[in-house]
């Protein structure tokens, strides 16, 4: 690893650790620093390159985050990234910004109007073809999300780029290495956006590295035994995903037999899923593992229960209290693990500059007083990482690459009130869907796929008969690290199929729908 640095300031953005993830794809030591950090933190030797972060606030309000503006005059290249593109224009002189009538959020085509450095050596027409030549359009397909807008770019500075809804997309000053983009680079649906990243890490911060997923698990298990004492017992909450799988294989690499995992049947999981975990787990690891079968008590505790959020605090907390009536069976047990992800992290609102989008059960829904010690050795990583990282652990590609499934379960595809009767209607649903899906032409795009029971019934006709039931939501999405996500085109006919089977094998549902939202403005979750 080369001892210089990229510091990724975090203005609360939901893609902070992402801009983090793709710089270390790029093979250079990134950290993550707030902005509330004192300029000698910025202006050491090691520092090569700053980036500010996007973030949810707009400038416009009078506690908006900020950053010293003396950082610019450390001599240091600084990109600016949404939020923080816009705040470089609030601080420098001359910049200025107004508030937009309407947000641009998802896919836009950005003109590109000067090449500058950010631009060099990528391809130009908009379809992935050819290098810059005169003869094309010179356009990219990017990521937006944002309100705001530059008005006037600072003084020095020239734009870049345009798109239809803004003026100032990308804006530059070369001589001081002060570069801004209004769109994500970092993200997986910019075209380009790691070329882009690319040319301010090495050719404008001079850097080349030696980052790798290597690092990471040597890394990892230091961390792990330095946390723990020597005699210290950890029990981990297996669901047979590949979060809670790669930690397992992890911490057993860490402490060896000192692990016991336990696997919790809470009665919220898709068809065959218990039998398929037990099975998995049992041929692949060779640690006892502890069944729990507390469906009826998840079940209990959700009865008349609506709200999504109460949902996850009433899961997470009986799933907490269950791992530590089983630790209390056990000797020296101290802690508990967790397969918590950073996109879980971002997503429940920890950083103070943050919003919350939804708890997710194992970080809004844990207790405040609990017996056994939290550790999450996951926790900073996207699910890219993850999988490399079980990839680098020797796990196999059937759990590696499952789809992800949200620990709450189906409780969160359910809206509104979790019944048995519910439960049921949607795992039927849902299994055809899985099945169908499998035989698609577009299986291998789908990061994750599945059926979402609402809270309403809808008119239907049977023969000659009136039926009132069930609409069914069917959703599908392509992405790499679940901070973005695009919706799957499925042929026609074979939603017509999916369509057909459901509503015919399922008799209390009439109506199927299929979400097109991608992730933002939509989460990939209903709830």
């Not at 506690?63 to 601080?91: E, H, V």
């Amino acid at each position: 690893m080369e001892r210089r640095i990229i510091l990724v300031v975090d203005f609360g953005g939901q893609y902070v650790r992402l801009i983090a993830r793709r710089i270390r794809e790029l093979g250079v030591y990134s950290e993550i620093v707030s902005p509330e950090a004192g300029l000698d933190n910025f202006s050491k030797e090691e520092v090569a390159g700053i980036v500010f972060s996007g973030g949810p606030a707009s400038l416009t309000m009078a506690d908006a985050p900020s950053i010293d503006s003396r950082i610019f005059s450390l001599g240091k290249p600084i990109l600016g990234i949404c939020y923080g593109m816009q705040l470089m224009a609030d601080l420098l002189p001359g910049g200025s910004l107004k508030a937009n009538s309407r947000s641009e959020y998802g896919r836009a085509e950005l003109i590109i109007k000067e090449r500058a450095d950010l631009f060099q050596g990528i391809a130009s027409n908009g379809k992935g073809e050819g290098k810059w030549q005169k003869s094309f359009k010179k356009s990219l397909g990017v990521w937006m999300s944002h309100g705001d807008s530059i008005e006037q770019v600072p003084r020095g500075f020239r734009i870049l780029a345009e798109t239809e809804e803004l003026s100032v997309a990308a804006m530059a000053d070369t001589e001081r290495r002060l570069y801004g983009l209004q769109f994500h680079p970092e993200v997986e649906h910019t075209q380009y956006g790691r070329e882009i990243l690319g040319n301010f890490i090495h050719q404008i911060c001079g850097l080349t590295g030696s980052w790798n997923i290597k690092k990471i698990v040597s890394e990892k298990i230091s961390e792990i035994r330095s946390a723990l004492d020597k005699e210290a017992g950890v029990v981990l909450g297996l669901s047979g995903g590949v979060d809670s799988s790669v930690t397992a294989a992890l911490l057993h690499r860490a402490v060896g037999d000192r692990l016991q995992c336990i696997f919790i049947d809470h009665g919220l999981l898709r068809r065959g899923e218990v039998q398929q975990v037990i099975e998995t787990f049992t041929r692949e690891f060779k640690l006892p593992l502890i069944t729990v079968d507390a469906r009826d008590r998840f079940l209990k505790k959700l009865a008349g229960v609506r709200d999504p959020e109460a949902k996850r605090e009433i899961i997470g907390e009986t799933f907490v209290r269950i791992f530590e009536e089983e630790a209390g069976n056990l000797k020296g047990i101290t802690h508990l693990a967790q397969g918590t992800i950073y996109s879980d992290v971002i997503e429940s609102g920890e950083h103070r500059n943050a919003e919350t989008i939804k708890s997710h059960h194992n970080v809004g829904g844990l207790p405040e007083k609990m017996s056994l010690e939290i550790i999450e050795p996951l926790r900073d990583l996207f699910k890219d990482e993850v999988r490399e990282l079980g990839e680098e652990l020797g796990l196999p590609a059937e759990i590696i690459y499952r789809q992800p499934f949200p620990g709450p379960g189906l409780a969160i595809r359910i809206i509104g009130e979790v019944t048995e009767e519910r439960l049921e209607i949607l795992r039927q649903a849902d299994a055809i869907f899985q099945e169908e899906l499998k035989k698609s032409q577009v299986s291998q795009e789908i990061w994750q796929a599945f059926a979402v029971l609402p809270d309403i019934r809808s008119v239907g006709v049977e023969g000659d008969s009136r039926t009132y039931g069930y609409p069914i939501i069917l959703r599908a999405v392509s992405s790499s690290d679940a901070m973005t996500a695009d919706w799957v085109r499925i042929p026609g006919n074979e939603l017509n199929q999916i369509s057909r089977k459901i509503v015919n094998r399922v008799k209390e549902i009439n109506r199927v729908v299929y979400d097109i939202t991608s992730k933002p403005p939509a989460t990939i979750e209903w709830e």
